[in-house]
């Protein structure tokens, strides 16, 4: 048990020596590179190389921890291969394997590696071919002329080591003795080598998932990332707003990563200098203790949908205090979290004991609310077989106000009332209005509507608003927005369509089921990388009668592997 | 030849105990006496439902989704024993039993056709511990053969040991080698012993045969006819671990590298099929897959194949002798295999592998085998039909014809998969205008959504916003987007969302920007159509609505509607109409479905009988939930086939890339190649587990020796630390404990937390491999492990409180990391860590005595163990490299055991202290006040010899005397008293008992009389 109280027991108890954060990073591949040559330690040449290499690790998901310059002595060279590859899964080393007397790196690789120096028969033979080609007078020779024998030289390998020729057209070879590989410094040979020896690389990467699945543009960041998380997969994102005047991350997103870092343990994140791409390799998520102010350019909502989908999956408890804006436009208000998100989890499972209390509400643009999630964790989620939506049979809602009139809340409902008493009577709004501290920084009221069936499908609307919007055209439009989400039907509405998406495929190996209205674009979307995370398809069936869709998937078997047994 | 055997009949026992016993049991005891079994204690009863209950408690299992198909794929039968007890020789029986087949050599699994409803695949399990390990975790029967003219070996403990850790399957024993007991007395006696060891091993009862001899090669038939009817009949348990993960065991396998590639490169990597039944649960192409002893790979594809040894389709009597089939495709029985599109001749060798001696019709054969054939030929072939136009491969002609058939679900020609990924060249996909690419899903939706319904202005709209907020400002919450609309027969809803590759992500929806909110308020909002998704529709009239939302509504109106009162009247009113007019209608006679509604509705209402009758428990419903699962499953599983899902029972043929050329290089048959899949098991953590050494083990594990750990479908190497909670904090143990269990943290793979796993050394140095088993607890990725240290200093200068302790730290900064910190001294007074004092290490610290110059003060600190973050696979099917530990090194370099010579253990000698006595100066005491002065107390005289006069003699000899008498007298009279006392007593009991006697005889005939009156009784009132 790692639990807080007993680290604190420990602590009290008796005095650590070391103090350390207790995030270990499980990373399978950590890089390091060697250049060796004494023209870069003098200033004579400017090391391209480096710049290259690191590029390509990054685009690989390789994780590059040291560069190191050494100058052509055998010791410097010997220490610096022996020391780097005892720390790091790759080590690639540049220059120093000419003809002339001081290119020693194969000598100094095989020193380092305890192993002998052998021509090699077929580099001999394929430098002596393209050499001929280019009608190139000293061929290579091991007892020939000075000049043949120096050229020879270059073959004079470590024996035994693993040899490639990555590029047809070049007879250089790569050598590989261990963990470590050896290119040439000429910059442009090294980039051509190195990025036909990639594919080699990829494989000495070793086991688990080292390959990163690419994505690009910043559209569905926030999904990429969390299945990349649940599916353990190792995510890139690029060109995010690469052509934009303001490229890069934009300040949520870059809040949103800092999130999945708290809630997880040993995710590791890198973010390119002009932030226009990022790279997650996932961690577990932990859960626990989160607090966040969340930055007031998205709602809490955007937030809460990234914890939504990844508090049950924990190790334990997630108590998520977040600050920001409770409701907008764009996301989803915490309302319709509490009311329709939270209650669809129960189709799966996994409603008990979760609990998102409002304590204070903070409307666009300042915000200033706070909110409390709190999510038990599970093991494993159960099938949905969730077909006939039933119709519907009450209507709730929640009409907030802050920092205004009370009486707009109430003007909100009489509104939404006229529209919708026409169809059932069984409406009942709350007003939720807020006063003083609990109501934040700005002024702002809305609207949140959620109409249950018999068989428990919820159908949600929600409205805010603007600057110099009346509350009855807020009230109205709330409920036909709701009355145009009923009549697509489905057993979930349209913004809640993800969410049964990724449970049906989190579930075990049984068949889940379910109808949706219409499938929207990110529905769309989130099939797609459902598939490149999880491996899984749906079987999409459209019903031409109820113009419904129905969607069949076989769950993955996910369990909670966080989740302790004793 | 007469054999027949004679056995002599049974007698029966006419005299002795046991004849004793049975005269003594009467057989209607309790009926005949009812008081003597009456509840005579309510605690004992109590006591003894409670142990009935604890015992049903226990038959119960965590009810498990049985997800056997209907076909069931071959029950796996591992052969498992020591060399030479006759593993071989039973398979080969088997097989002969079953299909008169005889094999000449056994080479990987062996599959037959067993019954009606049954195949059985024979696999023969190496001696060796990868493949045993491998073998145990996809055996669904167990046949464990036993030399008995050896006795039982290690292998059989060890193997069933990794049957216990990875889920335990049904194991039967074999005694071979019986026919050198020339004594039958002797091989009665041996026979017993092995039984009753094997019981305590298994379980009791566990099944034995024994086999007598061997003839023709093969062992009796009349002894193997029996051990297969009980192969036969046996019944299986759903493993949790199986029935979860889908796994293969490959019957066959395929190198289908390109003969050209491996010319250039015989390293290069190959592509591999793997051919076998697919179980546990189902599969598909590009999932991941472990191959235990090669590591984790993709699958590129999977394809059902036809089943070589097909269960008869036809209901028989008795199995045919056409369909007793064997497959065994690396044995060579019948030399000839037929795939898919191809026949082999299976002459065990590939073209390119070396061929050192060979026959000669085998290498024109070979020979012939290289050629290639003309569709081959014609693959390679390219011609074009007109002068400037691309040629035209074969590739190109066939591919539209194959995708044809493999969709066959929709009419129309429309986009496919390969379309979008082929070069602009294929022209078969474009005929539809609509599918033009990947470029536009949203415009087509759009487009799809003005065919279909009035609000193309919307969609318009949303299509401009979409233009507009392009430039940057994505986030704005205008991007109002309507969703597409799907009832429309003529687009493909998979090819709509699946159609594209993944490289071309779908550009138009990159502006939703994570926005998942609709705020497009559809325009036909027409108010009829409307009504229906409502319960309040006054227009519900029976005929528009199907039966199964009358039974909904049902459902949830208890639960919820009294919250409302309106409610609950408006939907009681629109009841009682619907049940007026239905119960008119049945009046008329009207259809018997209306009947059955009603009574649906009425069970619904009121309870039906059947259900109150027979109430399921938890147990009960949870299995049957389960079941439920499994139904909806089976019943999807044709839908879900066209999305190239592979179930568990079919033959399968997988195919991976990038195999390492080991593989198929050092191919032996003899090893089995499991196949299993990981879903969500790949990522690296730290696993806690909780270890026990086997008792068996001669040694103690040691923290830091990597260890070989086989779990889930894993074998990997990986260094483990030991510790123990002790309710605060992990503390590190150097070596695990001798009978106990401990914890142990070590870096691997995922595992579902409860799997059980089994440890062994890579290199093995003892008689018993297994080391230690245990379960996976927690996988994290940081565990907080530590361990003691104790810093020790002396004082430099002592205050009174405050004392200056110099040697335990070197410099000041490691100081302030202390400050506060709990110090003590031996002789066990308390201080702290106050501050540094110059920069040597010295620092002020605060005790709350006075400590002594020879004390020594030492910190109590625990120091966190980085955990070693090694995981090396085991890849013993290709090449094994492995990490020693530390005493094998020493060992292989002739190092000596470092020798420290403060670590030894030596008597602590030590100096006794001798103080002197306090002495006061005479001075000093005459001026203390009287309270502290020493005190000379006169006691008491010690007691002294008295001299007796004459007299005084004469006085004590006579009372002396009179005492002596007196208490003689007091004996004798206790003695009669006594006496006196038995008598009365045997008096008392001979009175006793021959009153009991009257009282049973009178009792007796009154229970007799009572009873007779009462069957009087009985019988009258039955008349």
Not at chain 1, 386 to 391: E, K, N, S, T
Not at chain 1, 420 to 427: A, G, Q
Not at chain 2, 704 to 722: A, E, H, K, N
């Given at each position: 048990?790692?639990?807080?109280r007993a680290?604190q027991?420990?602590?009290?108890n008796?005095f650590?020596?070391?103090t350390?954060?207790h995030?270990?990073i ?10 060796i ?9 400017r090391?391209q ?18 560069i ?7 010791k410097?060279?010997?220490d610096s291969?022996?020391?780097l590859s005892?720390?790091?899964?790759i ?11 001081d290119d020693?790196t194969?000598?100094?690789v ?7 120096l ?6 001999l033979r394929r ?12 061929l ?6 000075d ?10 390998l470590p ?6 020729y990555?590029?047809d ?7 590989n ?6 290119f040439?410094?000429?910059p442009?040979l ?15 990467m070793g086991?688990?998932k ?5 994505f ?5 960041l926030?999904q ?7 599916s353990q ?7 995010i ?7 890069g ?17 040993g ?22 203790r989160i ?7 998205r709602?809490i ?8 989908a990844?508090?049950?999956?924990g190790?334990?408890?997630m108590?998520?205090t977040?600050?920001g804006?409770?409701?907008?436009n764009t996301?989803?208000s915490?309302d ?6 939270l209650?669809?989890?129960?189709n799966?499972?996994?409603g ?8 204070k509400r903070?409307?666009?643009?300042k ?6 999630f ?8 159960k ?7 039933g119709?519907?049979?009450r ?13 707009s ?7 939404a009332?006229?529209?919708?008493n026409r169809?059932?009577?069984d409406?009942?709004?709350y ?7 609990e109501a934040?920084?700005?002024p ?7 109409a249950?069936t ?10 805010c608003?603007?600057?110099g919007?009346a ?19 489905g057993?979930?509405?349209s913004?809640?369509?993800?969410l049964?998406?990724?449970?049906m495929?989190l579930g075990p ?7 949706i209205g219409?499938?929207?674009p ?10 490149a ?7 999409i069936?459209?019903?031409a ?5 129905l969607?069949t998937c ?10 302790k047994?004793? | 030849?007469d ?22 049991k009467?057989k ?11 509840m ?9 439902a409670?142990?009935?209950a ?6 119960y299992?965590?009810p498990m989704a ?12 591992a052969v498992?024993?020591p060399?030479q ?8 029986s ?9 094999l ?5 699994p ?11 695949t024979?696999m ?8 045993m390990?491998?073998?145990?975790k996809?055996?669904?029967?167990v ?7 050896f006795?039982?070996e ?8 990794l049957l216990q850790?990875?889920g ?5 024993g074999?005694?071979t ?6 004594d039958n ?16 091993e ?6 034995l045969f024994y086999?007598s001899?061997v003839?023709?090669?093969r ?8 051990l297969?009817?009980?192969v036969?009949?046996?019944k ?7 029935s ?14 390109d ?7 015989p390293k290069?990597?190959r ?9 546990g649960?189902h ?11 090669a ?18 389709d ?8 056409r369909h007793?089939?064997?497959?065994a ?5 019948n ?5 898919k ?11 390119h ?13 070979n020979?012939l ?7 081959d ?11 400037n ?6 590739d190109a002609l066939r ?11 929709e ?5 496919s998969?390969?379309a979008?990924?082929?070069?602009a060249g294929?022209?078969?996909?474009s ?7 990947d470029?536009d ?9 003005s ?7 919307d969609?318009?709209?949303s299509?401009d ?5 392009s430039?940057g400002?994505s986030?704005?919450?205008?991007v109002?987007?309507?969703?597409i609309?799907?009832g ?8 709509l969302?699946?159609?594209?590759s993944?490289s071309?992500?779908a ?5 939703i920007d ?7 308020i559809?325009d036909?909002l027409?108010?009829s ?10 227009g ?5 609505e199907?039966?199964?939302?009358d ?12 919250s409302?009162?309106e ?7 629109s009841e ?8 008119e209608?049945n009046e008329?006679?009207?259809a ?10 009425f069970?619904?209402?009121?309870g039906?009988?059947d259900?109150?009758g027979?109430?399921?428990?938890f147990?009960q419903q949870k299995?049957?939930?389960?079941q ?11 839908e ?10 079919e033959y ?7 195999m ?11 090893l089995?190649v ?6 969500n098991?790949?990522g ?5 587990l ?9 040694k103690?594990?040691k923290?830091?020796d990597p260890?070989?750990?086989s ?5 990997f190497?990986?260094?483990?630390t ?8 992990n ?6 404990p001798?009978h ?8 691997g793979p995922y595992?579902?937390?409860?799997t059980g796993?089994?440890?062994y050394?890579m290199k093995?140095?003892?008689n018993f491999g ?5 379960t996976v607890?927690?996988?994290?990725q940081?565990?907080?492990i530590?361990k003691?240290?104790k810093l ?9 409180h405050t ?10 900064l490691?100081v302030?990391?202390?400050e506060?910190a709990?110090?003590k001294?031996?002789s066990?007074i308390?201080?702290?860590?106050k501050?540094?004092h ?7 610290a605060?005790f ?6 020879s004390?020594i003060?030492?910190?109590r ?8 973050r ?5 890849t013993s099917?290709l090449?094994?490299t492995?990490m020693?530990?530390?005493a ?25 202290k001798?103080?002197?006595p306090?002495?006061i100066p005479k ?12 005190k ?6 010690p007691?002294r ?7 005084d ?7 002396g ?7 003689d007298?007091?004996r ?13 007593a ?10 009991d006697?009257?009282r ?12 007779q ?11």
């Amino acid at each position: 048990m790692h639990s807080w109280r007993a680290l604190q027991a420990v602590r009290n108890n008796s005095f650590r020596i070391f103090t350390r954060a207790h995030s270990y990073i499980a990373t399978p591949t950590t890089a390091a590179f060697c250049v060796i040559g004494d023209e870069i330690l003098n200033g004579k040449v400017r090391d391209q190389n480096t710049f290259v290499l690191a590029n390509r690790c990054f685009e690989l998901g390789i994780d590059l921890q040291k560069i190191e310059v050494v100058p052509d002595t055998p010791k410097a060279i010997i220490d610096s291969l022996q020391q780097l590859s005892s720390c790091h899964s790759i080590v690639i080393t540049s220059g120093g394997i000419g003809p002339t007397h001081d290119d020693i790196t194969y000598d100094a690789v095989a020193q380092a590696a305890g192993l002998q120096l052998q021509y090699h028969g077929p580099t001999l033979r394929r430098m002596r071919q393209i050499m001929m080609k280019r009608d190139v007078k000293t061929l290579p020779d091991p007892q020939g002329t000075d000049e043949e024998r120096a050229c020879a030289r270059m073959a004079l390998l470590p024996h035994p080591a693993r040899i490639f020729y990555p590029c047809d057209q070049l007879w250089v070879p790569v050598v590989n003795v261990g963990k470590i590989h050896v290119f040439p410094g000429i910059p442009k040979l090294f980039d051509m080598l190195l990025s036909a020896y990639m594919p080699q690389l990829i494989k000495q990467m070793g086991q688990g998932k080292a390959f990163v699945l690419q994505f690009e543009g910043p559209a569905f960041l926030k999904q990429r990332l969390v299945l990349s998380i649940l599916s353990q997969q190792a995510v890139r994102i690029d060109r995010i707003r690469s052509d934009d005047e303001n490229p890069g991350l934009r300040d949520y997103e870059v809040s949103l990563l800092r999130l999945l870092e708290k809630a997880t343990n040993g995710t590791r994140i890198v973010i390119s200098p002009t932030g226009t791409s990022v790279m997650l390799r996932p961690g577990m998520i932990t859960g626990g203790r989160i607090d966040m102010d969340c930055p007031t350019s998205r709602g809490i909502g955007y937030y809460l949908e990234a914890l939504v989908a990844l508090a049950p999956f924990g190790k334990e408890q997630m108590t998520a205090t977040l600050r920001g804006i409770t409701s907008n436009n764009t996301d989803l208000s915490v309302d319709l979290i509490r009311t329709a998100t939270l209650v669809n989890y129960r189709n799966f499972g996994l409603g008990e004991g979760v609990e998102l209390r409002i304590s204070k509400r903070g409307s666009a643009p300042k915000g200033g609310g706070e909110v409390r999630f709190i999510c038990p964790v599970v093991r494993t989620v159960k099938p949905l077989n969730f077909v006939d939506p039933g119709r519907i049979r009450r209507i709730r809602g929640i009409a907030y106000a802050t920092r205004v009139s009370p009486q707009s809340a109430n003007r909100m409902v009489e509104a939404a009332r006229g529209e919708l008493n026409r169809f059932i009577p069984d409406i009942y709004i709350y007003t939720d209005v807020y006063k003083g501290a609990e109501a934040g920084f700005s002024p702002g009221f809305g609207l949140s509507l959620v109409a249950e069936t018999t068989n428990g499908a919820l159908m949600t609307s929600e409205l805010c608003a603007e600057a110099g919007e009346a509350p009855e055209d807020i009230g109205s439009n709330a409920a036909r927005l709701l009355l145009s989400e009923i009549s697509r039907g489905g057993c979930f509405d349209s913004t809640h369509q993800w969410l049964a998406l990724l449970l049906m495929v989190l579930g075990p190996e049984h068949v889940s089921k379910t109808r949706i209205g219409k499938l929207t674009p990110f529905s769309i979307q989130y099939l797609r990388d459902l598939r490149a995370f999880f491996n899984t398809t749906f079987k999409i069936k459209p019903d031409a009668q109820t113009n419904t869709v129905l969607l069949t998937c076989l769950g993955t078997g996910y369990t909670n592997v966080g989740k302790k047994t004793t | 030849m007469d054999t027949k055997q004679t056995h002599k009949a049974h007698r029966v026992r006419k005299a002795g105990a046991s004849v004793k016993k049975k005269q003594q049991k009467h057989k209607n005891a309790e009926k005949n006496n009812p008081k003597a079994f009456a509840m005579q204690s309510a605690q004992k009863a109590d006591r003894m439902a409670r142990r009935k209950a604890e015992l049903d408690e226990k038959k119960y299992h965590v009810p498990m989704a049985d997800r056997t198909p209907t076909v069931p794929p071959p029950l796996i039968v591992a052969v498992v024993g020591p060399p030479q007890s006759g593993k071989t020789t039973l398979i080969k029986s088997l097989v002969r039993r079953y299909t008169k087949n005889t094999l000449s050599e056994i080479r990987g699994p062996v599959t037959v056709v067993s019954g009606k409803h049954q195949r059985l695949t024979f696999m023969e399990c190496a001696n060796d511990i990868s493949a045993m390990t491998d073998l145990a975790k996809v055996a669904d029967l167990v046949i464990l053969t036993i030399d008995a003219s050896f006795g039982f070996e290690m292998e059989t403990f060890e193997f069933l040991n990794l049957l216990q850790t990875h889920g335990m399957p049904k194991v039967m024993g074999v005694l071979t080698h019986l026919d050198g007991f020339k004594d039958n007395k002797r091989l009665k006696v041996v026979k017993k012993n092995f039984k009753h060891r094997f019981w305590t091993e298994v379980y009791d009862g566990a099944k034995l045969f024994y086999l007598s001899g061997v003839e023709n090669g093969r062992y009796l038939d009349r002894e193997i006819l029996n051990l297969s009817r009980f192969v036969s009949v046996v019944k299986l348990r759903p493993l949790a671990w199986r029935s979860t993960h889908p796994y293969m065991m490959a019957d066959r396998i395929q190198d289908l590298t390109d003969p050209e590639l491996l010319e250039a490169n015989p390293k290069a990597n190959r592509t591999v099929a793997l051919y076998g039944y697919l179980r546990g649960t189902h599969m598909k192409g590009r999932d991941r897959v472990h191959i235990p002893g090669a590591g984790d790979y993709q699958l590129d594809e999977t394809e059902k194949l036809p089943d070589p040894c097909p269960i008869p389709d036809k209901e028989r009597k008795r199995l045919d002798e056409r369909h007793k089939l064997i497959y065994a495709p690396m044995s060579e029985v019948n030399g000839v295999m037929y795939d898919k599109d191809a026949v082999y001749i299976d002459l065990r060798k590939s073209a390119h592998e070396e061929k050192a001696e060979e026959a000669e019709g085998e290498r024109m054969l070979n020979e012939l085998q290289k050629v290639n054939t003309i569709t081959d030929q014609l693959a390679t072939q390219q011609f074009s039909l007109f002068s400037n136009a691309k040629p035209i491969t074969a590739d190109a002609l066939r591919r539209p014809a194959v995708f044809d058939e493999s969709k066959g679900n929709e009419g129309s020609v429309s986009d496919s998969g390969s379309a979008s990924e082929s070069t602009a060249g294929d022209q078969s996909s474009s005929s539809d205008d609509e599918n033009s690419g990947d470029e536009d899903i949203l415009r087509r939706a759009d487009a799809l959504d003005s065919n279909d319904s009035d609000d193309s202005n919307d969609s318009d709209d949303s299509n401009d916003s979409d233009d507009q907020s392009s430039d940057g400002q994505s986030s704005e919450a205008t991007v109002r987007l309507a969703p597409i609309h799907t009832g429309v027969k003529r687009v493909n809803l998979m090819d709509l969302v699946y159609g594209q590759s993944d490289s071309s992500q779908a550009k138009p929806v990159e502006d939703i920007d994570d926005c998942i909110k609709s705020l497009a308020i559809s325009d036909d909002l027409d108010e009829s159509k409307l009504r229906k998704f409502f319960i309040t529709n006054p227009g519900d009239s029976e005929d528009e609505e199907g039966s199964s939302d009358d039974e909904d509504k049902g459902d949830f109106e208890d639960l919820e509607a009294g919250s409302n009162d309106e409610d609950e009247q408006s939907a009681s009113e629109s009841e009682k109409e619907e049940e007026e007019e239905e119960e008119e209608e049945n009046e008329f006679g009207l259809a018997a479905d209306k009947m059955k509604k009603l009574k649906n509705k009425f069970d619904r209402i009121y309870g039906s009988d059947d259900e109150s009758g027979t109430k399921k428990d938890f147990y009960q419903q949870k299995k049957e939930e389960l079941q439920k699962y499994v139904d909806d499953t089976r019943n999807e599983m044709e839908e879900l086939a066209t999305i190239n899902y592979r179930w568990a029972g079919e033959y399968v043929k997988v195919v991976i890339n990038d195999m390492p050329y080991e593989f198929m290089q050092g191919f032996n048959p003899h090893l089995p190649v499991v196949l299993g899949g990981i879903p969500n098991e790949e990522g690296l953590s730290l696993i806690t587990l909780r270890i026990k050494r086997h008792r068996w083990y001669p040694k103690i594990l040691k923290t830091g020796d990597p260890l070989v750990i086989s779990v889930g479908w894993r074998r990997f190497q990986t260094i483990p630390t030991y510790f123990m909670n002790d309710r605060i904090k992990n503390r590190m143990l150097k070596y695990t404990p001798e009978h106990m269990h401990c914890s142990a943290a070590v870096y691997g793979p995922y595992i579902q937390p409860g799997t059980g796993f089994c440890a062994y050394y890579m290199k093995r140095a003892h008689n018993f491999g297994v080391a230690a088993t245990g379960t996976v607890l927690e996988n994290s990725q940081a565990i907080d492990i530590v361990k003691k240290v104790k810093l020790t200093g002396f004082p430099d200068k002592i205050h009174r409180h405050t004392a200056y302790i110099k040697r335990m730290f070197n410099s000041s900064l490691e100081v302030a990391k202390f400050e506060g910190a709990a110090i003590k001294t031996v002789s066990g007074i308390r201080g702290q860590v106050k501050k540094a004092h110059g920069n040597n290490g010295v620092f002020r610290a605060t005790f709350e005595d006075k400590i002594k110059t020879s004390d020594i003060v030492f910190l109590r600190a625990f120091h966190t163990i980085p955990i070693k973050r090694f995981y090396n696979p085991i890849t013993s099917l290709l090449s094994v490299t492995y990490m020693r530990t530390i005493a094998e090194i020493r060992r292989s370099k002739n190092l000596p055991v470092p020798n420290k010579k403060d670590s030894h253990y030596k008597p602590i000698e030590r100096v006794v202290k001798r103080f002197n006595p306090l002495r006061i100066p005479k001075s000093l005491e005459a001026e203390l006040p009287f309270k502290a002065k020493t005190k000379r107390v006169l006691t008491d005289a010690p007691s002294r010899a008295v001299v007796m006069d004459k007299q005084d003699k004469r006085v004590a000899d006579l009372l002396g005397q009179i005492n002596l008498l007196y208490k003689d007298k007091a004996r004798k009279r206790r003695e009669t008293v006594q006496k006196k006392k038995e008598d009365y007593a045997k008096k008392r009991m001979a009175e006793e008992s021959e009153a009991d006697a009257r009282r049973k005889k009178k009792r007796k005939s009154f229970f007799r009389r009572e009873g007779q009156n009462q069957k009087g009784a009985g019988l009258s009132t039955k008349d």
